[in-house]
């Protein structure tokens, strides 16, 4: 059974400093990883994607990484800011099921000043 | 462009009640899905639609019906709710089937079954 699990299921750091969120798939074929961020009463919002062919991806502040060999990936979190605090959520894509996903149970992150 | 939007945003049943989430999607998209969220696990798909006029069952289907009238809209359906299906519900849609379209999620609805 494909499943991505994640740790920590919670975290509390100050503002200004950084932090690495980890994500751990047993999804086959792999296809792609996506990161979510999910603000409090809404919904998930893509921050990175990466295929299988590519180690590291950046966006602003967020960078991703990801070591299909072993199934890893990472969220890592820079000069965090009050805004940060939300939910991290891991997903993975499975290659030949059409945009099924299967979604991590996510990162609660809470920023403090 | 409003992306994917929910109505209602919060919603309380009894036991046996019905009700009908709505989900609309003003990006032309071909695909909807509508997800449940629980405390401490990750999204499960419910049921999908892969256009106007068709649904699929998705991973957690029991106890829900949904409808594809019209490309814009997704229907969500609960014939007799029970406490098991209070949840957060999520609608998404994508422009195409292949993972590497992404997946644009709506807000959300709260539903609690008493």
């Known amino acids: 059974k494909n499943q991505v699990e994640q740790s920590p299921q919670s975290l509390i750091i100050l503002e200004g400093k950084n932090c690495t969120l980890q994500?751990?798939?047993?999804?086959?074929?792999?296809?792609?990883l996506r990161w979510y961020k999910q603000d409090t009463g809404r919904g998930p919002v893509s921050l990175t994607i990466m295929t299988f062919s590519e180690n590291t991806k950046s966006n602003g502040r967020y960078t991703a990484t990801l070591d299909a060999d072993t199934k890893q990936s990472s969220l890592h979190i820079t000069a965090s800011q009050l805004s940060d605090s939300a939910s991290y959520i891991c997903?993975?894509?499975?290659?030949?099921?059409?945009?099924?996903?299967?979604f991590g149970g996510g990162t609660r992150l809470m920023v403090k000043p | 462009n409003a992306g994917v939007t929910q109505t209602p945003k919060f919603r309380v049943l009894k036991t046996g009640q019905s009700m009908t989430l709505l989900c609309a999607q003003d990006m032309n998209h071909e695909y909807m899905y509508w997800y449940r969220q629980d405390p401490g696990m990750g999204l499960r798909l419910i049921h999908y639609s892969v256009g106007e006029g068709t649904t699929a069952k998705g991973e957690v289907p029991d106890g829900y019906n949904v409808s594809r009238l019209k490309k814009q809209n997704f229907l969500l359906g609960l014939e007799s709710a029970a406490p098991s299906q209070t949840s957060v519900y999520f609608c998404a849609s994508s422009y195409g089937l292949s993972p590497s379209y992404e997946q644009y999620f709506g807000p959300g609805t709260r539903l609690t079954v008493t």
């Open positions: 997903v993975v894509s499975a290659d030949l099921a059409g945009n099924m996903l299967t």
């Open positions: 994500c751990n798939y047993t999804v086959s074929p792999f296809s792609n």
